[in-house]
């Protein structure tokens, strides 16, 4: 039954990773136990059959346990042939600057996060509110040496009912729409089938350095989300910012979940690797129908190796006068640096695309 009704995504929806490579007999010889955990799995792109990826693990060691199957939707989304190798390198080899490429892009918003997950906690699809409000309330600890920091110095928001670090609605309704918090992720199919946004606003929340450029989400797609923005033209004053201060969190003890061969455990597959999605506002008008259609831009995008998203984030609009988030889409068997380098060289692509009549 299972296997049928992944067919027929097969066929309706060609581009959902889960069903493009669902092997029926792979998942049958599986023992009872097994085919649980792993209907877990995809059962997010069975019940959202317009997924791209339609699978996110529940516990940080389900890809090497399901190696065998979800290898396929790995190497297809990150584009690998051969042998996996993931080298972590922070140099970007040169100046990235995006007032190069036209004065007009000098003010530019730049963003740039890695998710990562912890090793004695089970994902977020597999936590309980137990574990949430736990793994919260061990951030905290965490989050006050910062505070203490004059390096960083700011605060920590909650979001759990009760908390005395809890904010009101309005206040994080304006940081949802300052793009500094994460969004009410119940309200997305593909998070909660998963499990992902279950007990929400339970042990979620934010930390948020004084200048406003350093912040760590706590509880959304990975156990944190950690991130360094910026309006500027220089890429690679986000990823020195994020760098360091990355050291300076896994140096307080933490230990992030890793895998032999896929690097850093993410949720979603498509974050393997590096955890790395550097991203870039920009205005492309032309290429968007002034905003109305992100899709339009879309395949043009992927050629380049760019993913394409809202304004707002993953599935959202274009913002104003047609701004859109570009990124690199590999993040895995990729470094750092190259993700800099790619997210450079595509923005240069694309604005020039833009410009031909
Ligand atoms: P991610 O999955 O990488 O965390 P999302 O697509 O979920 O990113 O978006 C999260 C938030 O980050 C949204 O508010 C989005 O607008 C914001 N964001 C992403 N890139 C940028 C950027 N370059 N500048 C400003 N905000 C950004
Ligand atoms: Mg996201």
Not at 81 to 96: A, P
Not at 122 to 141: Q, V
Not at 168 to 187: G, R
Not at 231 to 241: A, K, P, Q
């Amino acid at each position: 039954m299972l296997s049928e009704q992944i067919f027929r995504i097969q066929h309706q929806h060609p581009e959902n990773l889960m069903a493009r490579h669902f092997d029926a007999a792979y998942f049958n010889g599986l023992s009872p136990e097994l085919q649980a955990r792993l209907t877990r799995v995809i059962i997010t792109g069975m019940q959202n059959p317009d997924s791209q990826m339609g699978a996110y693990a529940m516990n940080p060691d389900d890809y090497d346990l399901f190696q065998p199957y979800l290898d396929k939707l790995i190497r297809d989304y990150h584009g690998i042939e051969g042998e996996l190798k993931q080298i972590s390198n922070w140099d970007s080899d040169g100046t990235l600057d995006l007032a190069s490429i036209d004065e007009s892009l000098s003010n530019s918003s730049m963003r740039v996060r890695v998710g990562r997950n912890l090793s004695n906690f089970p994902l977020p699809g597999a936590m309980t509110r137990d574990h949430r409000i736990a793994f919260e309330n061990s951030m905290i600890a965490v989050f006050k040496k910062l505070i203490a920091n004059p390096d960083f110095g700011g605060s920590y928001i909650s979001l759990t009912p009760g908390s005395s670090h809890e904010i009101s609605h309005e206040q994080y309704l304006q940081l949802v729409a300052e793009h500094k918090m994460f969004k009410d992720m119940s309200a997305d199919p593909y998070l909660s089938v998963a499990g992902i946004s279950s007990d929400w606003p339970y042990g979620r929340g934010m930390y948020i350095s004084a200048d406003e450029q350093f912040i760590i989400w706590v509880g959304e797609e990975d156990h944190l989300r950690i991130m360094a923005m910026k309006c500027g033209c220089l890429l690679n004053e986000v990823f020195d910012h994020l760098h360091v201060s990355l050291d300076f969190i896994e140096a307080q003890g933490l230990v992030f979940a890793r895998s032999e061969a896929y690097g850093y455990v993410t949720s979603c597959p498509t974050n393997l690797g590096t955890g790395m999605r550097a991203s870039l506002h920009i205005a492309l008008p032309r290429l968007t129908q002034n905003g109305s259609n992100v899709d339009l831009l879309k395949p043009v995008a992927k050629k380049l190796g760019l993913s394409v998203r809202g304004a707002g984030g993953e599935h959202t609009a274009a913002g104003a006068g047609g701004i859109v988030d570009l990124s690199p889409s590999a993040r895995l068997m990729v470094s750092e640096g190259e993700i800099a380098r790619k997210l450079y060289q595509g923005a240069k692509q694309m604005w020039a695309l833009e410009q031909q009549g």
